[in-house]
């Protein structure tokens, strides 16, 4: 049963991504692998002082982290959290995850545990919470950061799109 969780996590939370606008998508997945790498490195950080065992996983080598939940649940999850979420208030941004964090460690923790995929050694459901809901201020800050270096669609790159278009279009029937 462990293992058809873990890998209905991975496979549903990427199935979930097909129902999100291809710009939400392309706008919030660097966040989304900030925040999955951000994630491996506390697991890995859990792994070697014993915070918990993963006692189930679908892949040999996974060790300190399960791919589903970091890479599937937590990845697919930071990209809908952002696209709901980022544009209305930082406030409904935090509370939102404040909730969907809370959610994880106080609930959805506890059926995997129930399921034998983790087990707590020396972390408890609180201690979990309060590893993870912090990640959600740096990746808002990285966020609006990476918002001021992308270049926003206007009216004037798309004339440049279209210049360029046509000065491919003429060279073609030049040959």
Do not use: C
Request: charged share 15%; glycine share 4%.
């Amino acid at each position: 049963m462990a293992k058809l969780i873990l890998w209905l996590m991975l496979i549903v939370s990427w199935l979930s991504l097909f129902f999100i606008n291809k710009h939400s998508l392309k706008r919030f997945m660097p966040v989304a692998i900030l925040a999955s790498l951000l994630i491996t490195m506390i697991l890995e950080i859990g792994y070697v002082y014993n915070w918990w065992t993963i006692v189930e996983r679908i892949l040999p080598w996974e060790h300190f982290i399960t791919y589903p939940l970091t890479y599937g649940a937590f990845l697919a999850g930071t990209i809908w959290i952002f696209h709901f979420t980022f544009d209305k208030s930082f406030w409904v941004y935090i509370l939102t995850n404040a909730v969907i964090d809370a959610l994880y460690a106080f609930g959805i923790l506890n059926v995997l545990i129930f399921f034998g995929v983790y087990r707590l050694d020396r972390m408890n459901n609180f201690g979990i919470f309060m590893l993870i809901f912090p990640l959600a201020f740096v990746i808002y800050a990285y966020q609006k950061w990476q918002e001021g270096v992308l270049i926003k669609p206007n009216e004037k790159n798309r004339e440049l799109e279209i210049d360029f278009k046509k000065l491919l279009h003429k060279k073609e029937k030049v040959r």
